[in-house]
């Protein structure tokens, strides 16, 4: 079935540990977005790649960082986890121009950090 | 950057009723305005989405509304089914920039039976 497939579902991490959370799509879709999630403050962006090979930082990128090397994978790294990362994370793909701007998601990571 | 304000931020309503969601941005370049429902421990589904160059744009029992002069767009939901009980997020795409979308907080939707 075509999506996004996200690993590992979840995980519970020791602060000061680095982790890599995966994202990968099949769909050929140009951009892609982590986002985590948090009780009453929705979905906030961390990064987004709008094509292969390049990334940018969205509204929470402390402590995390990715990369975009080709157009199928999208990991997110942090790098020394603490436990205010604690949270659900989704990764999303879409096309960036033409009719296709809605998201597709994947079905989230959800990490402790203890 | 967008700002997306979303109210209310839980919402109860009897089955058959009506429910209205509303959120406002703050990017007068943005337009781009999706809707998403997420069930408890799923991923957010893209139920209906509006451009801005249109005002309104209705699916079945849903529909939404966009106001671009006062900056805010409303879901609408007719007829209320306990099926349609979940969180309901609003976004909003800029036209510049990173062009990613920005969410609103979410609302909670209790349909009672």
């Known amino acids: 079935t075509a999506g996004i497939t996200q690993a590992p579902t979840s995980q519970i991490l020791a602060a000061g540990r680095s982790m890599t959370l995966r994202c990968t799509q099949d769909m050929r879709h140009n951009a892609m977005y982590w986002y985590r999630q948090d009780l009453g403050l929705g979905l906030r962006l961390i990064h987004y790649s709008n094509t292969a090979g390049t990334t940018g930082k969205g509204e929470v990128p402390d402590g995390y960082s990715v990369s975009r090397a080709n157009t199928d994978d999208f990991p997110l790294t942090l790098a020394s986890a603490v436990p205010s990362q604690t949270s659900v994370y989704f990764c999303?793909?879409?096309?960036?121009?033409?009719?296709?701007?809605?998201?597709?998601f994947g079905s989230g990571t959800r990490l402790t950090v203890v | 950057g967008e700002n997306v304000e979303q109210h209310p931020s839980t919402l109860s309503v009897q089955e058959g009723d009506s429910a209205v969601i509303k959120c406002t941005y703050s990017d007068s370049a943005s337009n781009y305005f999706p809707w998403y429902k997420q069930e408890l421990g799923k991923r957010p589904q893209l139920i209906i989405d509006i451009r801005s160059n249109v005002g309104e744009k209705k699916d079945q029992r849903i529909a939404v509304t966009l106001n671009k002069t006062a900056k805010h767009f409303s879901l609408h939901i007719t007829e209320t089914q306990p099926e349609d009980s979940a969180v309901y997020f609003c976004?909003?795409?800029?036209?510049?920039?990173?062009?990613?979308?920005?969410f609103g907080s979410g609302t909670r939707l209790q349909v009672q039976p």
């Open positions: 976004a909003a795409r800029g036209y510049t920039g990173r062009r990613a979308l920005t």
């Open positions: 999303a793909s879409s096309e960036i121009l033409g009719q296709g701007d809605g998201y597709t």
